[in-house]
């Protein structure tokens, strides 16, 4: 792994490669690292809801679910996300390191996460061509998008 100071800015290709710390959950947010913030228990308990419900329907349309694998942009080398569940079509590639055609990503939104995931993340995974569906769980109230 390269080692690079994640004050500076950094292609995809350098964050995919890039040292942090273990354990956290980073974003290439604009060229530079982004460090997220550790979500609420709930946020977890309707991840593993979600992932349970949409797993059932991938398995029927031979999908396969992953929680934060990330995602690539096109077109962009500046924004790399980490969904917290997504959907692809098999096969996976054992080198990945992100999926190629997510045909869906789900974003768990809270108080943390919102403003980053509805004003940057949502609008660029949008200019992905194979997603098809963006679901948008509200952790505040119960609410689906």
């Known amino acids: 792994m390269q080692t690079i100071h994640a004050d500076l800015p950094m292609?995809?290709?350098?964050f995919v490669t890039w040292d942090g710390d273990p354990g956290r959950h980073y974003e290439l947010v604009d060229g530079r690292v982004r460090l997220m913030p550790i979500e609420p228990p709930i946020h977890g308990?309707?991840?593993v809801t979600l992932g349970g419900l949409v797993g059932g329907i991938g398995d029927h349309h031979h999908l396969v679910s992953c929680i934060r694998?990330?995602?690539?942009?096109p077109g962009r080398d500046d924004a790399f996300y980490a969904p917290d569940l997504s959907m692809s079509a098999p096969p996976l590639r054992k080198d990945a390191l992100w999926l190629d055609h997510p045909v869906l990503v789900a974003e768990v939104l809270s108080a943390e996460?919102?403003?980053?995931?509805?004003?940057n993340k949502v609008p660029d995974y949008m200019l992905i061509p194979s997603i098809q569906d963006i679901l948008?769980?509200?952790?505040?109230?119960?609410?689906v998008q």
């Not at 948008?136 to 609410?143: E, F, G, N, V």
């Open 11 to 14: 292609t995809v290709d350098q």
């Open 45 to 47: 308990a309707l991840l």
């Open 69 to 73: 694998v990330g995602v690539r942009i």
């Open 113 to 119: 996460s919102r403003t980053h995931d509805l004003g």
């Open 136 to 143: 948008l769980i509200d952790s505040s109230r119960r609410h």
